[in-house]
């Protein structure tokens, strides 16, 4: 009942957001797409904003060596910020590999121009930082886009590679990370 409450006020406080955006979509030297929203009058300007539909195209399964990880996280939240750094390290660590990490921003709309901006330049993830307007997001979308997460807390990982999945609801210690990331790349050796 909390998690329903919880996306019910999330949903009611963002509802009377508009969004406007255009969309490029790009290949890049691995053959996959790249989704860029370039938005029309978005105050965050360095940020990508994405549909709803742009983010289930995104968590779904490529057939590809590329391992993604797909954070949903918001600046608000406490255990977001806690795994930040753990993802940070990682994609450091990682860096050069077949590994693209993407932070979904569930912030409000009315945050993007300044929390979730600052967060983002402060943190240097402006590049992998996406901005989703969640009141746009239909009831089912969380079922029809993932195996365990109902949309009711947050963070929310997903990682993939190929048919391989992953989810994990809540905060990911620097541990369940390392090993979760492990048997992933496991699979590329």
């Known amino acids: ?25 790009t290949a890049t030297a691995d053959n996959t797409a790249v989704t860029k929203a370039s938005p029309t009058q978005n105050p965050a300007a360095s940020l990508q904003e994405m549909t709803a539909a742009k983010v289930s195209e995104l968590v779904k399964p490529k057939q590809n060596d590329t391992v993604y990880v797909t954070n949903f996280f918001a600046t608000w ?5 806690m795994e930040i750094p753990h993802f940070k390290e990682k994609m450091q660590e990682l860096k050069g590999q077949p590994v693209k990490f993407t932070f979904v921003s569930l912030d409000n709309k009315a945050d993007w121009p300044d929390a979730v901006k ?10 992998n ?3 989703l307007d969640a009141s746009q997001l239909a009831p089912d979308y969380f079922t029809q886009n993932f195996q365990t997460w109902d ?6 990982t997903l990682i993939t590679k190929g048919d391989q999945r992953k989810e994990t609801v809540g905060s990911m210690t620097r541990e ?14």
């Open 77 to 81: 939240c406490g255990p977001c910020m």
């Open 151 to 156: 949309g009711g807390s947050i963070p929310f």
């Open 176 to 189: 369940t990370l390392d090993a979760q990331m492990n048997s992933f790349l496991a699979t590329s050796r």
């Open 1 to 25: 009942m909390k998690k329903l409450f919880l996306s019910v006020l999330m949903l009611s406080a963002l509802t009377a957001c508009k969004k406007e955006t255009a969309t490029t979509i």
């Open 129 to 131: 930082i996406v901005l």
């Open 118 to 127: 600052n967060f983002a330049e402060e943190e240097n993830l402006t590049q």
